[in-house]
């Protein structure tokens, strides 16, 4: 359905007055390196309700706010061109975004963006891909392009539909599928770049995955109160909008970095975000002398398995654990399991998916790594180093190799354990068929009880003397 287009009518007082406001309020963000998330939510309410006490027309006020939410997403030249011709793109290693604070026309059956202007802008024409994984190309050629048209010489199409907020286009494509990718490469980047629009933006999921948009709901809901849209389910629709963003920004695995763009957010930030949007109680984990701690024990199936499960439970219970035994199935309903996650004070799992988990961890927990044979890198770079910045206690159990049924397989003197390097140098596939997708792990209860009382120290909670 069309709207009608209305002519802008304002007295103006109201108008120096919103126009002196203004140049205030960027100077307040922009004048520092970061604002903090609560700066940020404190500033972005601020402007609004001062904008609200002024008899300013409403359109004005929500595209000056517009343009300073897209103004967030880019830097120096990119910053100067998007002020310039209301279009810009941040070109980053990991990840591409472009925006404009223009109207736009996005056919959704060629996913092809028109962008629109009043003012000269040259003829310009450019394809992205919205996924967060720039740097491996085979990945980004599974990622539907969107093609972005702009310059005064275009012919748009005619709306189909209207919506009075931004579009924000990603995909679900690439490792949809896998916990740590999807929250790595959709749902911390989706944070990122679409969090501070306050709700008042609109999805555009490309390669769109049902089971993703149902299993994220919760997320994409407190980001966007409109339905995500399915190009492929909308044939030939024309959808217009205020203004677009196509692409998610990327800091680092797992991790936000307040000095990138947007500047001002942290992994804390983000962790309040999933509070707020599954209903969390916990916010730091404190346990009484007499209350038990719980603990979480991902059970693996297929790889990187606890060959001895049952008595390594058994070992946590004697320690004064609460143990809470977790499979894949029961991982897969995130709605009820972030609050048992959110309820614990110990994570223990291998190296795998499932830790992405720690997300929902309380500040103050305790995340215990096992780290298979061979997989100290990809264990650090993944899971350990990211964890600090979520406020979790980061501890790691490196297995020996007695402790992998690699050396039953292959023997204690053949290549894979004695020369890690050498297999890895075979390439990443070589790799991976070994010590990712070909190793489970029988783990010494002894060396590992010792951990898990460090663990109990940290919780500042007394444990049975260690067995000799």
């Avoid at 992205?128 to 491996?136: F, H, I, K, L, M």
């Avoid at 209903?279 to 001895?308: D, H, T």
């Avoid at 002894?446 to 663990?455: D, G, S």
Wanted: proline residues 5%; neutral net charge; aromatic residues 10%.
């Amino acid at each position: 359905m069309k709207k009608d287009s209305r002519r802008l009518v304002f007295n103006k007082t109201p108008l120096i007055l919103y126009l002196l406001i203004l140049p205030l309020f960027y100077a307040a963000i922009f004048s520092t390196k970061s604002v903090s998330y609560d700066e940020w939510k404190q500033l972005l309410s601020n402007w609004r309700a001062r904008l609200g006490t002024r008899n300013v027309d409403n359109d004005v006020q929500e595209q000056e706010f517009q343009k300073f939410i897209f103004r967030s997403l880019v830097t120096g030249e990119d910053r100067t061109q998007l002020e310039t011709t209301g279009f810009a793109c941040n070109t980053a290693e990991h990840s591409e975004v472009c925006v404009t604070n223009k109207p736009v026309r996005i056919d959704t059956n060629t996913m092809t963006v028109h962008v629109l202007s009043d003012q000269p802008m040259p003829r310009g024409h450019r394809n992205v891909r919205p996924y967060a994984r720039r740097e491996d190309e085979n990945t980004m050629n599974t990622i539907t392009p969107v093609q972005i048209l702009q310059g005064n010489n275009i012919t748009p199409p005619a709306c189909n539909y209207t919506h009075n907020v931004p579009a924000a286009i990603f995909s679900t494509s690439g490792f949809v599928g896998n916990l740590f990718h999807e929250f790595n490469e959709i749902i911390i980047p989706l944070f990122l770049t679409t969090y501070h629009f306050q709700s008042n933006l609109q999805f555009i999921v490309v390669d769109y995955k049902p089971y993703f948009v149902n299993k994220y709901n919760r997320i994409l809901a407190h980001l966007s109160p409109y339905e995500v849209i399915n190009p492929a389910s909308n044939g030939s629709s024309v959808h217009c909008f205020t203004g677009m963003v196509v692409g998610l920004q990327f800091h680092n695995n797992l991790a936000i970095n307040s000095s990138d763009l947007p500047e001002g957010y942290s992994m804390l930030d983000f962790k309040q975000f999933l509070r707020e949007a599954y209903n969390l109680k916990v916010k730091s984990s404190v346990v009484s002398k007499i209350e038990q701690p719980v603990l979480v024990l991902i059970s693996r199936k297929g790889s990187r398995m606890f060959l001895n499960e049952d008595e390594m439970g058994g070992m946590m219970e004697e320690l004064g654990f609460r143990v809470v035994v977790v499979t894949p199935n029961r991982m897969a309903n995130l709605d009820k399991f972030a609050s048992v996650v959110n309820s614990c004070s110990v994570m223990v799992g291998a190296h795998g998916a499932g830790l992405a988990n720690e997300v929902f961890l309380p500040t103050g927990a305790v995340m215990v790594q096992v780290v298979p044979w061979g997989l100290e890198w990809a264990s650090n770079a993944y899971f350990g180093e990211p964890a600090p910045g979520m406020g979790v206690k980061y501890m790691e159990y490196k297995i020996e190799a007695e402790e992998s049924s690699l050396v039953d397989t292959y023997g204690r003197d053949h290549e894979v354990i004695v020369d890690v390097g050498a297999v890895f140098a075979k390439g990443y596939h070589a790799a991976r068929a070994v010590y990712v997708d070909g190793q489970n792990m029988k783990i010494d209860l002894v060396r590992f009880r010792k951990t898990l009382i460090e663990a109990l120290r940290f919780l500042g909670q007394s444990s049975p003397t260690p067995t000799n």
